[in-house]
């Protein structure tokens, strides 16, 4: 079997993968001309020596749309396949590459070491996947937490209580949670977090790794405080290929191998926001210390018990309290109809750990807003719910 195929006439490149896969990388380069797609994929079938390759490269020399023809087959017929395409990528050619199940798409000019990182890095993927096919599923297997942080207004510091309570997540089960920006046209996570994420929540919901959690985790960016996330989409464009349906298959995904999934969603109840709600155990919902911000969330409360979808864990923060503004935090609590769970000043050291991309928790430091967070925190820690303080809801005291 050769565990590379490419299809190219451009014997340049052919040279390149050679000497990428040379001395690095175990196994043969079988090449075929672009001629062979013209008989379609049964003849590109015949042509392959043995087993289907663990890597299939498109390109260069092969037409972009003969090529996503055939990475949609592949894609059915050998999921486990890691598809790349050689192209002048464009944003509306790479969504249509995402959606035929190619993995990465590249230029004729990669040189010999990134080529070389790529075609690992697939090789991996392609083991990844042939593992959860052959596995069997686990009965019984724990559902991780999903925890969608909403507010019904913008600017109420949604996304610093999201990245912030991530991070102090991080600090209960490292490695074991993940943070996903389902804010498609504008998230700030990436930011929030100082991370230049690779690939985005568009990657993570075609192709792939839509089919194997596995591979969903190539997808994620690791970031140093030991949590994972999965960032919004470069361009706001992209957020129209996505559904509400891949939204609630990507939760699912995610639930099963983390055991905090945050869910930093977008302001109102659009429907990729109801559908994490369908899978949320837990919401966090945050208010500011305003009258548009207090009437919002009633208002947001009354809308989703209607429909049913309030999830069972319900923790209320109340963002920016200040006793100067001419509202208590029982004034809050009357309006809303239900008690603040956590209460965080209004700080100057908060916008400017977020402008830094550097969240308060992870610093450790002891002002008051950090205090706030940390409560917020406690409230899904295990031990702290296993000591009964879940049961109760002190009256907070704004200073």
Known sequence: MSRFVAITAVRDFEGRV??????????????????????????????LNGAPPEVLILGPGVAPDD?????????????????????????????????????????????VNDLRVLLER??????????GMSAAPESGQER???????????????????????????????????????????????????????????DAVHGAAAQDSMVLKAYLTVHPAGIYALCAPRTPAESDYITAAHVGRLINQL???????????????????????EQATDGVWVCG????????????FAVLRELQLLPQGRHTVLNFADRKSGISVQDVEATIGVPIDAVIPRSRTLPFSTNRGVPVLQNNSREPASKGLKKLVERFDPQWVAAGHHKLHRRVVVS
Do not use: W
């Not at 486990?80 to 590249?106: F, K, Q, T």
């Open 144 to 202: 991780g937490r999903v925890i969608a942080v909403m507010s019904p207004k913008g600017g109420v510091g949604k996304t610093t209580v999201a990245t912030n309570l991530a991070i102090g997540l991080g600090k209960v089960a490292p490695m074991s949670v993940v943070i996903v920006d389902l804010d498609l046209q504008f998230g700030d996570v990436a930011s929030g977090l100082l991370l230049e994420p690779e690939h985005s929540i568009s």
């Open 122 to 131: 697939s090789c991996l993927a392609s083991a990844s996947r042939r593992r």
């Open 289 to 300: 210390m305003d009258v548009p911000s207090i009437r919002g969330l009633h208002k947001c």
């Open 255 to 277: 639930a099963s191998e983390f055991k905090y999934v945050v869910v930093d969603t977008a302001p109102g109840l659009g429907e990729h926001v109801l559908a994490t709600l």
């Open 18 to 47: 050679r000497q990428a896969i040379s001395g690095a990388l175990h196994g043969e380069l079988q090449t075929l001309s672009p001629d062979v797609l013209k008989g379609g994929p049964d003849d590109v079938f015949k042509q």
């Open 67 to 111: 090529a996503l023809k055939l990475a949609t087959v592949f894609d059915l017929q050998f999921p486990e396949v890691s598809l790349l395409l050689v192209a002048e990528p464009s944003p509306e050619l790479v969504l249509r590459a995402m959606h035929s199940g190619i993995r990465d798409v590249v230029t004729s000019e990669i040189g």
